[in-house]
């Protein structure tokens, strides 16, 4: 099961050594959002969480590596849940990847520090795609988008154009 998350998120499978990583890159990346993003965000902090979330899941979508198009249907759940049109799926096998919808899962909880919003493929190699297994994702692309939006946050380059995208932009409660 592979999780992009913010709060917490992880990766299972058998590299342990990518699973420290993404670990790691959640907590830097979360720390970004709350000390960069939401303080200069004129919208809520769920609304900030969503937009990043959908934003994160985008950079995602357009780097993991797709077959059949099941483990990227699993991605999915997201855009269902905030009302916004899916990619396309790219995939040859639509049983496949009405499978991957199934499989994806999208949560959003509240707790006492705000809005926590996970993403879950649990396709059952999506852990070997992320670790490097197919060659149209080397490196894997949770990782790599993470630390993308994270390069641009510090940059500066998400925070502006998030304001832009978040002024008057309601996603839900």
């Given at each position: 099961?592979?999780?992009?998350?913010?709060?917490?998120?992880?990766?299972?499978?058998?590299?342990?050594?990518?699973?420290?990583?993404?670990?790691?890159?959640?907590?830097?990346?979360?720390?970004?959002?709350?000390?960069?993003v939401?303080?200069?965000?004129?919208?809520?902090a769920?609304?900030?969480?969503r937009?990043?979330?959908?934003?994160?899941?985008?950079?995602?979508?357009?780097?993991?590596?797709?077959?059949?198009?099941r483990?990227?249907?699993?991605?999915?759940?997201?855009?269902?849940?905030?009302?916004?049109?899916?990619?396309?799926?790219?995939?040859?096998?639509?049983?496949?990847?009405?499978?991957?919808?199934?499989?994806?899962?999208?949560?959003?909880?509240?707790?006492?520090?705000?809005?926590?919003?996970?993403?879950?493929n649990?396709?059952?190699?999506?852990?070997?795609?992320?670790?490097?297994?197919?060659?149209k994702?080397?490196?894997?692309?949770v990782?790599?988008?993470?630390?993308?939006?994270?390069?641009?946050?510090?940059?500066?380059?998400?925070?502006?154009?998030?304001i832009?995208?978040?002024?008057?932009?309601?996603?839900?409660?």
């Open positions: 099961m592979a999780k992009a998350g913010f709060a917490h998120g992880q990766l299972a499978g058998r590299s342990g050594a990518a699973r420290i990583e993404v670990i790691f890159e959640t907590a830097k990346f979360n720390n970004l959002l709350r000390n960069v939401l303080p200069s965000a004129p919208a809520s769920g609304d900030v969480i937009m990043t979330a959908l934003e994160l899941m985008k950079r995602v979508m357009r780097a993991w590596p797709v077959l059949s198009g483990s990227r249907a699993a991605w999915f759940p997201i855009f269902d849940h905030l009302g916004k049109a899916s990619p396309p799926s790219k995939g040859n096998d639509p049983a496949a990847i009405a499978e991957g919808r199934r499989l994806g899962s999208y949560k959003e909880t509240k707790t006492a520090h705000g809005l926590t919003a996970e993403m879950v649990r396709v059952k190699y999506a852990p070997a795609l992320e670790a490097g297994w197919s060659k994702a080397p490196t894997g692309a990782r790599n988008s993470m630390r993308a939006m994270m390069v641009d946050v510090q940059k500066g380059d998400v925070t502006s154009a998030f832009r995208k978040l002024k008057g932009v309601r996603l839900g409660a």
